[in-house]
């Protein structure tokens, strides 16, 4: 069984930096594409980003040039620094597969951007 563990969200200001991480448990991390989703108030759950297991990653416009996903895949973790964070930034942010996988979501970690 696969689990999967977010850590790192916090109070932060505007303009600020975080790193989030997300541990997993289980060798299938390492074949697979992981992503990090987030999910404000009153909205759908986006993806924000996602890297292969080679390291190629994508990211959505809202976060592009922000944000770095990255991934230890001896550690079975994968990372986000989001600088020059925005109050728009705000959400629960939770790592997965890609495509998402329903039986995998954590708890997720709370990312508040304000001052």
């Known amino acids: 069984q696969v689990q999967l563990v977010e850590s790192g969200g916090g109070l932060v200001q505007p303009g600020g930096s975080l790193r989030l991480s997300c541990a997993a448990s289980g060798s299938i991390f390492r074949i697979n594409v992981m992503g990090w989703y987030r999910q404000a108030p009153g909205k759908e759950r986006e993806l924000v980003a996602d890297?292969?297991?080679?390291?190629?990653?994508n990211y959505a416009d809202s976060v592009k040039g922000r944000f770095t996903i990255s991934r230890d895949n001896a550690k079975n973790t994968v990372y986000l620094q989001m600088n020059s964070l925005k109050p728009e930034d705000t959400a629960v942010y939770y790592c997965?597969?890609?495509?998402?996988?329903?039986?995998?979501w954590g708890q997720g970690t709370q990312v508040t951007v304000s001052s």
């Open positions: 890297i292969t297991s080679g390291g190629s990653a």
């Open positions: 997965n597969f890609v495509p998402r996988n329903s039986a995998y």
